[in-house]
Nanobody, 118 residues
Framework: QERLVESGGGLVQGGGSLRLSCKAPRMILSVYNTKTMNWYRQAPGKERESVASITSGRITNYSDAVKGRFTISRDNSKRTVYLQMNSLKPDDTGVYYC?????????WGQGTQVTVSS
């Protein structure tokens, strides 16, 4: 079983919205509650880039590219972090991954594809 499982990607027209989810089914809840959870994305032919993060205290941070359009949130009881994406643009197309640091080792999900048509 995967350590992180992303879902919610798909094809959407520009200006539309999607909500991504990332669940950590194997993580002990008390450990999950301490983790900063991150969303990254990778567009075709480009390096993976940070999109948003949320700390255990629910402090959020966003890249300039998505600030004001995307919202990261978490539901610790479900071991799930969300990425609400509004006003999507073709430049938002890519594979979206969630991530956390496991005592110095990054843990990644398998990713979910987001495609925004113009």
């Amino acid at each position: 079983q995967e350590r992180l499982v992303e879902s919610g990607g798909g094809l959407v027209q520009g200006g539309g919205s999607l909500r991504l989810s990332c669940k950590a089914p194997r993580m002990i809840l008390s450990v999950y509650n301490t983790k900063t959870m991150n969303w990254y994305r990778q567009a075709p032919g480009k390096e993976r880039e940070s999109v948003a993060s949320i700390t255990s205290g629910r402090i959020t941070n966003y890249s300039d590219a998505v600030k004001g359009r995307f919202t990261i949130s978490r539901d610790n009881s479900k071991r799930t972090v969300y990425l609400q994406m509004n006003s999507l643009k073709p430049d938002d197309t890519g594979v979206y991954y969630c991530n956390y640091d496991d005592y110095g080792s990054p843990v990644w999900g398998q990713g979910t594809q987001v495609t925004v048509s113009s």
